[in-house]
């Protein structure tokens, strides 16, 4: 960065170039008072307060003013305190002063400027005030607008506009009478606003503040516990509660940013409801008993299970290290490889689809490149609501000029940003993107040069290709060819160009190809292995990557090493000193058929709710109380633990320590904020306990970090992230060894396949395991809430959120209401080949006609007892996203 040198106050200093007076002098401990001003945002010039004297200038405002080499600066004159007081009076006039009352109070930017200017006493009697109170707005369930303490710095409006994309606040009326509102002045619970507290984070003063909030008495910085994304965090506590949350503005993955989840969502840790002591199921009744005698029961019941009649299920909320834990027990103690998590439901195909094309199952970027990419292709992303930290980063693209093209059977929040919106058929993704491809061929528009150096199997692909012409994929998409070409120019012309996708690509009995399609499309264009390019699946849970990673999978050690590779094997074994199988397990969904046909006994299950995550979910309750022995390891008595032998009361996020690994494959330090809730415990040390039990060795760790220590040496791609390493922003893998700086994007110099070349993939259309036909003349399909996690265990105890989001709604086209009979609101029964399901309906065209969507965060509503159990054949996925379905009316 080049810098000038500048005098401020006759104190030689230096700058960035290009920045603004005002920020050159809080870089350098100069305070210049100021209301309007934000490092985040655009300057404004509107307070006026932090006018400054430039010489050769005169007096200007120090927030829209640039530096230059040899400017001399005066911050402070007796003209200039005459200016900063009268704006500061007028400023006041209608100002509350309710400052000790006040949750700003010591903390307010108004009170720092009046203390530096003072205020006279006699002026301000003699100024006008505001007559009439206005209505304070405590309509949101977690924060207040109360226009009497407001200051008009536009400091809300201009972080809703310029860094969420969202305006749901602006001013109002004019004059005396300018107030912040909403449209039309609703309610802000009623109004576009999706409570993710930024504007109050920023709000200078006490018009936006948080409700119920606690100064903490100490803060632990950590990472988020929901998406992907991986935001850091401060979180605050006072006793052993959790009070606070706040964004880490050095965090790489969210700069502070933070969404309504990430900064309010922290309540369920504080929740009654929490298991605290161990249960055992004993006359059929769950009863409370010691550690000692749950371990002990355990030990022995699993002891008579081993091999192939043991399995286990690990969690993509946990730390690395507990994964890494619970995959050895299960393969060195255990000796089976059957274990796997709720990846299998999710992006399975992209660690295979991935594999196969690029050597490696990962998003190939970082978060921070989207923002510089010309053309963003969001295929099957609903990133607003499922990752809206990172959404972010698409809005401010767009807001530099890059273009967004969405391609999505719904017409999802995004699409208010996007100049083209590609809207298909369900599970028509092969045929959209090979439609595209077609496109770029014919038209000239591929990269030859990197298809010859960089690629293989490019004949074979052409050869595929030719089946998919632009008749063909109008007629089955639904899509026009006249936008089929216009993304595809975009997209190929437009560089560099970057793909997200997430689980509308996946969750398809055919989605290894849908990936394998968008590997496809990378590869032709060019765009993979450079900046701000490359295949990005975003990945939906804090540590589904993590768990991955570690080998919670059933055919691949940590490091994704194969379980069958010889030697591979043998590192291992003898890391380890067990006897480890060379067969690979079985997959999440073949589990609970072996489980249906008696050939597993028991199951280990930490932190996951299958009962309600799992496709046509009624396959597992009726496998579930067939097993012998089941334990889970949770902080909830979940709709799954309810068919437990033993639950064990684990520790939540904000009790231990350990490293999550997020989207962009970083791998970020977990500290605890407070102890343990009740005799609750780390599950690391759970399954630690349990292995020492059962006479294992290799298990007696003291802390995470030794764990680290033992993922380091068998872990090449972990190699190098050490706890020290990550203990300020983290580190990306590939890191080999502690001299590598991490690795912000794959493939730059080669792919991890056997060649080193990316590899093509012929496709063909494969439809849907369902279509529409007269008795099920509807597709439902699946989708998240911005304001619900995966099965609300946690989500569904924050009192805010549930009333943000309080249940179920099936969405129904108009069109589709009409055929039907029915009303906005109206309950009806929805029915696919699987079963029926009572819930209320919301009229929108949001779906197109003939798509119904549901999310299955509510227990109430049990969304996956409908949804379809077809397989795709290689990674194993049920198809979420299609199901035939019919709707009735209930009859009173």
């Known amino acids: 960065m080049e810098r000038v040198n500048i005098v401020i106050d006759n104190i030689p200093v230096s700058a960035n170039k290009g920045q603004t007076v005002i920020d050159a002098a809080r870089d350098n401990d100069i305070y210049i008072p100021n209301l309007c001003h934000h490092e985040d945002l655009k ?32 911050t402070d004159s007796t003209g200039i305190s005459e200016i900063r007081r009268t704006t500061t009076e007028l400023i006041s006039a209608n100002h509350t002063r309710t400052c000790f009352t006040c949750s700003k109070n010591n903390h307010c930017e108004l009170q720092r400027v009046t203390s530096f200017v003072g205020l006279d006493p006699d002026v301000d009697s003699m100024m006008r005030h505001r007559i009439e109170q206005l209505p304070v707005d405590d309509s949101n369930p977690f924060f207040t607008l109360d226009m009497n303490k407001c200051v008009l710095c536009g400091i ?27 449209f039309n002045n609703q309610p802000l619970f009623d109004s576009a606003c999706k409570s993710c507290g930024e504007c109050v984070a920023r709000c200078p003063v006490g018009a936006l503040t948080f409700k119920e909030f606690q100064n903490p008495s100490r803060e632990a910085r950590t990472i988020c516990p929901y998406c992907g994304v991986g935001c850091s965090i401060y979180l605050g506590s006072r006793g052993n509660s959790v009070v606070s949350v706040r964004g880490d503005r050095e965090g790489p993955a969210n700069r502070g940013s933070l969404c309504v989840k990430g900064r309010f969502g922290y309540e369920f840790v504080n929740d009654t409801q929490r298991l605290k002591v161990p249960l055992i199921r004993k006359n059929g009744v769950l009863v409370e008993a010691g550690w000692d005698e749950a371990l002990d029961l355990i030990a022995e019941k699993f002891s008579g299970y081993r091999k192939e009649r043991f399995a286990c299920f690990a969690s993509a909320k946990c730390t690395n290290e507990e994964n890494y834990v619970i995959q050895k027990f299960t393969r060195a103690v255990m000796g089976t490889n059957n274990i796997d998590h709720c990846a299998r439901l999710c992006h399975a195909p992209s660690v295979s689809g991935l594999a196969q094309s690029f050597g490696s199952g990962a998003m190939t970027n970082s978060i921070d490149e989207i923002s510089n990419t010309r053309t963003i292709f969001a295929i099957g992303t609903n990133t607003t609501y499922a990752h809206p930290v990172l959404a972010l980063q698409i809005k401010k693209a767009v807001r530099n000029g ?16 996007a100049q083209l919106f590609l809207q298909h058929r369900p599970g028509t993704d092969v045929v959209l993107m090979m439609g595209m491809m077609r496109v770029i ?69 055919h989605g290894t190809d849908n990936v394998l399609a968008v590997s496809n499309l990378a590869l032709l264009t060019g765009n993979i292995g450079k900046l701000s390019t490359g295949v990005n699946p975003l990945r939906g849970q804090n540590n589904v990557q993590g768990a991955c990673d570690m080998g919670a999978l059933p055919n691949v050690y940590p490091g994704y090493q194969k379980v069958d590779d010889e030697r591979v094997r043998g590192k291992f074994l003898h890391a380890w000193g067990a006897d480890l199988s060379d067969r690979p397990g079985l997959t999440h969904t073949e ?58 009361p684990a520790a939540s996020f904000a009790e231990k320590e350990g490293t999550f690994t997020n989207t962009e494959r970083r791998v970020q330090k977990v500290r605890p904020a407070i102890a343990p809730v009740g005799e609750s415990r780390a599950d690391w040390q759970i399954t630690c306990e349990i292995a020492r039990r059962m006479g294992a060795g290799g298990f007696d760790y003291t802390s995470p970090s030794q764990i680290m220590d033992e993922i380091n040496r068998l872990t090449p791609v972990y190699g190098g992230i050490t706890y020290e390493r990550v203990e300020n922003g983290g580190l990306q893998w590939p890191c080999p060894d502690t001299g590598h700086p991490g690795t912000g994007f794959l493939h730059g110099e080669k792919f991890q396949t056997l060649s080193g070349k990316g590899r093509f993939m012929p496709l063909r259309y494969i439809p849907s395991a369902e279509s529409p036909c007269s008795d099920y003349p509807l597709i439902l399909t699946t989708d998240r809430s911005l304001y619900h996690y995966h099965t609300s265990t946690m989500t569904g105890r924050v009192r805010g959120l549930r009333m943000l989001d309080p249940g179920e709604l099936l969405l129904v086209n108009p069109a589709d209401a009409d055929i039907f009979g029915i009303e906005d609101k109206e309950t009806v029964m929805i029915t696919t080949r699987r079963g029926s399901l009572d819930v209320k309906i919301k009229i929108t065209d949001i779906c197109p006609p003939g798509i119904v969507s549901m999310t299955f965060h509510f227990e109430d509503t049990h969304t996956n007892l409908l949804t379809s159990s077809a397989l795709d054949p290689g990674a194993k996925i049920p198809e979420t996203k299609v199901a035939a379905a019919r709707i009735d009316r209930v009859r009173a």
């Open 591 to 648: 589990i609970v058929g072996a489980i249906d046909r008696g050939e597993i006994k028991a199951l280990y299950q930490m932190g996951e709710n299958p009962v309600l995550s799992e496709a046509d979910s009624g396959k597992i309750m009726k496998a579930l109380p067939k097993l012998d022995f089941f334990v889970v390891q949770d902080i909830f008595m979940t709709k799954t633990a309810e068919y437990a032998d033993v639950i064990l």
């Open 441 to 509: 061929m014919d038209e000239g528009l591929e990269d030859p040069e990197f298809i010859a150096e960089r690629t293989e199997n490019f004949d074979l692909f052409i050869e595929s290709l030719r089946e998919f012409d632009l008749d063909f994929v109008e007629k089955t998409t639904g899509v026009p060819k006249e936008k089929l070409q216009q993304a595809a120019r975009l997209y190929a012309r437009e560089k560099p160009s970057s793909i997200l996708y997430a689980m509308g690509i996946t969750q398809h009995s």
């Open 156 to 182: 809300c409006v201009r972080t809703c506009d310029e860094l969420q994309g969202i305006n749901a606040i602006d001013y109002v009326n004019r004059g005396p009478h300018t107030i912040i509102s909403t």
């Open 43 to 74: 300057p404004a010039g509107m307070c006026r307060l932090c006018v400054v004297e430039i010489s050769g200038r005169g007096i200007t405002t120090s927030c829209t003013t640039t530096v230059e080499e040899g400017m001399n600066v005066v």
């Open 402 to 417: 890059g273009t967004l093209i969405v391609a999505n059977p719904k017409r999802i929040d995004l699409c208010s940003h």
